[in-house]
């Protein structure tokens, strides 16, 4: 196994908190592989790069010796987690959970090691938790500890509802660590709430308390607030090599240093030297957008990648051309009342938009072409043989051929 000098170096870099490095250092010191904990609640379909921050962590981990654990919190999904929010999340049901739960698998194994990683669900332990486990979990903390947390106090502060399901939210991921007898945790910053309360439970347990460890969280391409599908600002980590590549090239110039060092994969000294070839100007900010799109492209979707994109980027986007791969996609006849249908409909059915809504919306602001030509009314009717083998344009980004069957 690595020294430990080097795998401190390697944990740490890249990290936010560190509860705590004396602890960590005591733990790899003992020469046992640790078992590192990431936990996700599969809540949407897709996982992003920001998710992919602490999943990489994981890797290093994984890549060290240690134990990866990836946690999916089926059974806390119902419950939601209050984490930067300031509304109560809905509930999830279990058909919704499992669907999500399916994609994310396929979408983590992108970055951990399928055939070394152990994956685990929560409701193996908390479903079957009876009312006097749950009373003792209730019973190690108070309302004044929980009102502590930033989300809850200001919700209570503007006298926003807050359930007593939030309040067990972080107990339950405390428990999480209890059941997998955890050394180490690793989340975003927004988790360390939630992390903390696993030491005092696996304490109350006779265990020792985990390593809490946050990496930083990635805003995403409009540059305000943390990546989020709700948001509709995330790159995700299937996302189309010519739709990845433009995402990229979409954020602001402020916000490269922070994707070079959250989202690449880089060690800190390459982050650190194109950082600096960006402030002397030796590197040019679009030259250092291209490399940065490159490179996200390269790692989720292989070597090489990432170039053959940037030529199809610039051939569409300096000749005005389309990509050599346009998808066909079938749109059902039966969709088409009296040969007529919105073509925010036929958008949304094409998988070019999230929604009917987003369809009208890209429509009215111009982002709609047909064969080349605007079409910009947002209540518009199409009928078959106005979209039946055409080529349809959304944005910058996203072309379907339309196939009527």
Same mark, same amino acid.
């Given at each position: 196994?690595?020294d430990i000098?080097?795998q401190?170096?390697?944990?740490c870099?890249?990290?936010q908190? !560190?509860v705590?490095?004396a #602890?960590? =250092?005591k733990? !790899?010191?003992?020469?046992k592989?640790?078992?590192?904990?990431? $936990?996700i609640?599969?809540?949407s379909?897709?996982?992003?790069?920001g998710?992919?921050?602490?999943l990489r962590?994981?890797?290093q981990?994984?890549?060290?010796?240690?134990t990866a654990?990836?946690?999916f919190?089926?059974?806390?999904a119902?419950v939601?987690?209050?984490?930067g929010?300031?509304v109560?999340?809905?509930? !999830? @049901?279990?058909e919704e959970?499992e /669907?999500?739960l399916?994609?994310y698998?396929?979408?983590?194994?992108?970055?951990?090691d399928? #055939?070394k990683?152990?994956?685990? &669900?929560?409701? #193996?332990?908390?479903?079957?938790?009876?009312?006097v486990?749950?009373?003792?979990?209730m019973g190690?903390?108070?309302v004044?500890?929980?009102?502590e947390?930033?989300?809850f106090?200001?919700?209570?502060k503007?006298?926003?509802?807050?359930?007593? %399901?939030?309040? %067990?939210?972080?107990l339950?991921?405390g428990?999480?660590s209890?059941a997998?007898k955890?050394?180490v945790?690793l989340?975003?910053?927004?988790?360390l709430?939630? !992390?903390?309360?696993?030491?005092?439970?696996?304490?109350?347990?006779?265990?020792t308390?985990?390593?809490?460890?946050?990496?930083p969280l990635? #805003?995403?391409?409009?540059?305000?607030?943390?990546?989020?599908?709700? %948001?509709n600002?995330?790159?995700? %980590?299937?996302?189309?090599?010519?739709d990845?590549?433009g995402?990229?090239?979409?954020?602001?110039?402020e916000?490269?240093? /922070?994707?070079f060092?959250?989202?690449? $994969?880089?060690?800190?000294?390459?982050?650190?030297?194109?950082?600096?070839?960006l402030?002397s =100007?030796?590197l040019a900010q679009v030259?250092?957008k291209?490399?940065?799109?490159?490179?996200?492209?390269d790692l989720?979707?292989?070597?090489? &990648? $990432?170039?053959?994109?940037?030529? =199809?980027?610039? /051939?569409?986007?300096s000749?005005?051309?389309r990509?050599s791969d346009?998808?066909t996609?079938?749109?059902?006849?039966?969709?088409?009342?009296?040969? @007529?249908? &919105?073509?925010?409909?036929?958008?949304n059915l094409?998988?070019?938009?999230a929604?009917?809504?987003?369809?009208?919306?890209?429509?009215?602001? $111009?982002a709609?072409?047909?064969?080349? =030509?605007?079409y910009?009314?947002?209540?518009?009717?199409v009928?078959?043989?106005?979209v039946?083998?055409?080529?349809?344009?959304?944005?910058k980004? /996203?072309?379907?051929?339309?196939?009527?069957?």
């Amino acid at each position: 196994m690595t020294d430990i000098a080097t795998q401190l170096d390697i944990i740490c870099a890249g990290t936010q908190d !560190l509860v705590s490095r004396a #602890e960590l =250092e005591k733990m !790899l010191s003992k020469g046992k592989p640790l078992r590192v904990k990431f $936990g996700i609640d599969p809540t949407s379909p897709d996982i992003h790069i920001g998710h992919a921050v602490p999943l990489r962590k994981l890797k290093q981990f994984q890549d060290l010796g240690h134990t990866a654990i990836l946690l999916f919190g089926d059974f806390t999904a119902r419950v939601g987690d209050p984490s930067g929010r300031n509304v109560t999340r809905p509930q !999830l @049901s279990v058909e919704e959970i499992e /669907k999500n739960l399916e994609t994310y698998l396929e979408q983590a194994f992108l970055i951990l090691d399928r #055939e070394k990683t152990e994956i685990r &669900r929560n409701s #193996e332990w908390l479903e079957g938790l009876g009312i006097v486990e749950i009373m003792k979990l209730m019973g190690s903390t108070t309302v004044a500890q929980l009102l502590e947390r930033n989300d809850f106090s200001n919700r209570y502060k503007e006298g926003s509802p807050i359930s007593v %399901l939030e309040f %067990l939210y972080p107990l339950l991921v405390g428990f999480d660590s209890v059941a997998l007898k955890a050394d180490v945790e690793l989340g975003g910053t927004d988790q360390l709430y939630n !992390l903390l309360m696993g030491r005092p439970l696996q304490e109350m347990e006779g265990q020792t308390p985990q390593v809490c460890i946050t990496t930083p969280l990635l #805003e995403g391409t409009d540059g305000n607030k943390k990546m989020s599908k709700s %948001l509709n600002n995330t790159i995700g %980590l299937t996302d189309e090599p010519l739709d990845m590549y433009g995402k990229v090239m979409s954020i602001s110039d402020e916000m490269m240093p /922070k994707y070079f060092a959250l989202a690449t $994969g880089w060690l800190p000294e390459q982050v650190n030297q194109v950082v600096q070839d960006l402030q002397s =100007e030796k590197l040019a900010q679009v030259d250092a957008k291209k490399l940065l799109a490159k490179t996200v492209v390269d790692l989720y979707h292989g070597q090489g &990648r $990432g170039d053959e994109t940037a030529i =199809e980027w610039s /051939k569409i986007f300096s000749s005005g051309g389309r990509p050599s791969d346009i998808e066909t996609v079938e749109v059902a006849k039966s969709e088409f009342e009296n040969d @007529s249908l &919105r073509l925010a409909k036929v958008l949304n059915l094409a998988g070019l938009v999230a929604s009917n809504k987003e369809g009208s919306r890209m429509i009215s602001q $111009g982002a709609v072409r047909i064969e080349d =030509e605007v079409y910009d009314d947002p209540d518009g009717l199409v009928s078959t043989a106005d979209v039946d083998g055409k080529v349809i344009q959304v944005g910058k980004r /996203k072309w379907a051929q339309i196939k009527i069957s």
